[in-house]
């Protein structure tokens, strides 16, 4: 498959190929088998059922979620004879942790042979996670395209305080009933679109860690999200009709997101700096009782504004790699100020980050003077690229012509708290993301303040 054949083909057509053999020399496999998208599609369900040789299903959703899409998928199942079991959280929200894995891990029937997922972000994280431990197929019934990880091979979860990504099962079959997903709330809509405009980022920043630090990069794949990305904008502003061609858009680009993730084997295509806004603020959710938590998809959509204002600052700023500059930077740098930092406005969060990096040691100083090296070598193409970003101005004109929040004072952060965030996203995971290029070049203070300090 090259850059060209993956830009023709639409989802149906990928669905079916299963897997194939791709320019960058891997074999890609998507991970999903069944994807159907339409009114009525929750009527399909047996039919899966019946695919995988399933008698009983489990079914798991919360409160919400139930009233949604539970009773219809009670009642499709009831008609046709198919017993099942069920939990629903009793809990509301639902939080991605330990307890809410180990709650459906505890209720599950093991009369059942396969597991069907009811609800969109944490009830699938959960339920790809539950088919993971028990061996068994897992299909998701969307309530609303708000999220990239139907599909992915992985779950984000919030262990020990810190969100991380663990390695589950990826849903064998997905339903996306338009009924259903016309019908979402709209700020859960809205959170779709957050999550599809966080790919203008991180697939720049994966053509980045390319480059500094020889990360694994296809362009068949970035090409793929990249095409669903510019459908979903192009849908955006239809979202407010409850459109059900923006609404399938939407979740067509979130499954192709996922998609993506798993030709790579990582959450790059999907995830970058953008994202690390998102952990940050979920973690203090959970750590501290006045932050306050948001939809997965609005943060990460806040997040990606964030980060095209600082990569359009650094462009302004007009930068060449100092080495002396750099070097005198990453000498006053203090490990142990800063892990109070990090300690101090994450959480206890923040010691998962802290043990990462007595792993990683990315602050090393011989390291640091490789990439360095690697930086001013391809300086002029590490420009080039950043500078292929769509302007923050036009991607805040379409997040205000839907709705979107444009300001993360919405979950009561201030332009300080916001800065501080910004800073810390390099600390989340061992991901080349743009603030650990900033400090690499010794400016990421600098363009802390250009970014996030109002002027006077």
């Known amino acids: 498959m090259t850059v060209e054949e993956i830009k023709t083909i639409d989802l149906k057509d990928l669905i079916q190929l299963g897997e194939f053999d791709c320019a ?18 929750v009527k399909a369900l047996p039919a899966l059922l019946e695919e995988i040789g399933a008698k009983k299903p489990f079914l798991l959703s919360g409160h919400d979620t139930y009233a949604a899409a539970g009773e219809a998928v009670c009642k499709v199942l009831a008609d046709v004879g198919i017993p099942y079991a069920e939990y629903v959280f009793p809990i509301s929200p639902v939080r991605p942790t330990e307890y809410t894995v180990g709650s459906a891990l505890m209720h599950f029937d093991y009369s059942c042979d396969a597991i069907i997922g009811i609800g969109s972000g944490v009830i699938n994280d959960t339920g790809k996670m539950l088919a993971r431990a028990t061996g068994m197929k897992y299909i998701i019934v969307a309530t609303a395209p708000s999220m990239d990880g139907f599909v992915s091979g992985t779950s984000s979860m919030d262990r020990d305080g810190l969100k991380t990504s663990l390695y589950s099962t990826a849903a064998w079959g997905v339903i996306g009933d338009l009924d ?4 979402a709330p709209m700020h859960l809509l809205r959170a779709g679109v957050g999550d599809m405009l ?18 694994d990069y296809c362009e068949v794949t970035a090409a793929l999200v990249e095409r669903a990305l510019n459908q979903v904008m192009n849908q955006a502003e ?11 858009a939407v979740m067509e680009g979130l499954l192709i997101a996922g998609i993506g993730m798993n030709f790579a084997g990582v959450s790059r295509p999907a995830s970058g700096m953008e994202h690390y806004f998102s952990h940050i603020w979920d973690m203090r959710s959970l750590a501290f009782e006045d932050a306050q938590f948001e939809q997965h998809g ?3 959509g806040l997040g990606t504004l964030y980060t095209l204002m600082a990569y359009e600052n650094f462009l302004k700023g007009g930068y060449q790699p100092e080495w002396k500059r750099a070097e005198q930077y990453v000498r006053n740098f203090s490990l142990d100020d800063w892990n109070r930092k990090l300690l101090a406005f994450i959480g206890p969060g923040a010691e998962a980050m802290i043990e990462g990096e007595n792993r990683e040691h990315k602050y090393d100083v011989a390291k640091h003077k490789a990439r360095f090296a690697v930086i001013e070598k391809n300086w002029d193409e590490i420009v080039r690229i950043i500078g292929t970003l769509p302007p923050s101005a036009e991607i ?16 009561g952060y201030d332009d300080e708290q916001v800065k501080t965030t910004f800073t810390m ?11 650990r290029l900033f400090w690499d070049l010794g400016i990421l203070d600098e363009v802390a303040d250009k970014t996030f300090t109002p002027e006077a």
């Open 396 to 411: 805040r004109a379409l997040m205000e012509s839907i709705g979107f929040p444009t300001s993360a004072s919405i979950i």
């Open 198 to 215: 966080a790919k203008i980022t991180s697939l720049m920043e994966w053509k980045l860690a390319e480059i500094i630090i020889g990360e």
């Open 238 to 248: 239809k979202l407010l009709e409850r459109d059900p061609d923006a609404v399938r």
């Open 24 to 41: 960058c020399g891997k074999r890609h496999s998507l991970g999903v088998a069944k994807v159907v998208i339409e009114k009525g599609a």
């Open 298 to 300: 609005i943060q990460a």
């Open 425 to 435: 996203t390099k600390d989340i995971r061992d991901k080349y993301v743009g603030t």
């Open 180 to 183: 259903i997903l016309c019908n």
